[in-house]
T-cell receptor
Framework: AQKVTQAQTEISVVEKEDVTLDCVYETRDTTYYLFWYKQPPSGELVFLIRRNSFDEQNEISGRYSWNFQKSTSSFNFTITASQVVDSAVYFC????????????FGRGTRLMVKP | DAMVIQNPRYQVTQFGKPVTLSCSQT?????MYWYQQKSSQAPKLLFH???????NEADTPDNFQSRRPNTSFCFLDIRSPGLGDAAMYLCATSRGRGGYNEQFFGPGTRLTVL
């Protein structure tokens, strides 16, 4: 069965620190997709990135970067030089054929960035 | 801007009193989803529509129903809300059902049951 584990329930950092959010997934499918979403206090889930299982290239978007490693079934998310506006709950999610291509979410990691 | 809109943002209802939450989208996406999210938990899929085709998750209580009268609108009906149904309800859309389709979420409706 598919499963997403975000072991870090809550992380607190001081502004300008770098922070990495961990995500480990399980799936039997060879084709699958991984996502990160951000949920600020307002409640809306904001799409950040999608990665397919055939593309292990790391990606950088501004202060955000993602490290996808199939060997360890991990898809970690790093924020460089964190800012107070980064404070949110971050969800990692998996989509594969076993779940009818529906999203399986991790439990989320709450990131608090203090000034 | 193309978007997913949910109304109202906050809804208060009484125990057992039917309530309807609404969602609309300007993205012209084929798929619309309803999720329930309780405090400090991940969103849980209740059901989704692929066009007019309704798909219920196996563990979604019968108390929850949905309607999609057209492409743009989707409603969540809770027939007899209980205290345990207090949660954030998130609507989402995607172009298709394939796993490569990211879902776009609305701001949510926070439901309080008194």
């Amino acid at each position: 069965a598919q499963k997403v584990t975000q072991a870090q329930t809550e992380i607190s950092v001081v502004e300008k620190e770098d922070v990495t959010l961990d995500c480990v997934y399980e799936t039997r499918d060879t084709t699958y997709y991984l996502f990160w979403y951000k949920q600020p206090p307002s409640g809306e889930l904001v799409f950040l990135i999608r990665r397919n299982s055939f593309d292990e290239q790391n990606e950088i978007s501004g202060r955000y970067s993602w490290n996808f490693q199939k060997s360890t079934s991990s898809f970690n998310f790093t924020i460089t030089a964190s800012q107070v506006v980064d404070s949110a709950v971050y969800f990692c999610a998996l989509s594969d054929n076993n779940a009818g291509n529906m999203l399986t979410f991790g439990r989320g990691t709450r990131l608090m960035v203090k000034p | 801007d193309a978007m997913v809109i949910q109304n109202p943002r906050y809804q208060v209802t009484q125990f057992g009193k039917p309530v309807t939450l609404s969602c609309s989208q300007t993205l012209n996406h084929n798929v619309m989803y309803w999720y329930q999210q309780k405090s400090s938990q991940a969103p849980k899929l209740l059901f989704h529509y692929y066009d007019k085709d309704f798909n219920n998750e196996a563990d979604t209580p019968d108390n929850f129903q949905s309607r999609r009268p057209n492409t743009s609108f989707c409603f969540l009906d809770i027939r007899s809300p209980g205290l345990g149904d207090a949660a954030m309800y998130l609507c989402a859309t995607s172009r298709g059902r394939g796993g490569y389709n990211e879902q776009f979420f609305g701001p949510g409706t926070r439901l309080t049951v008194l």
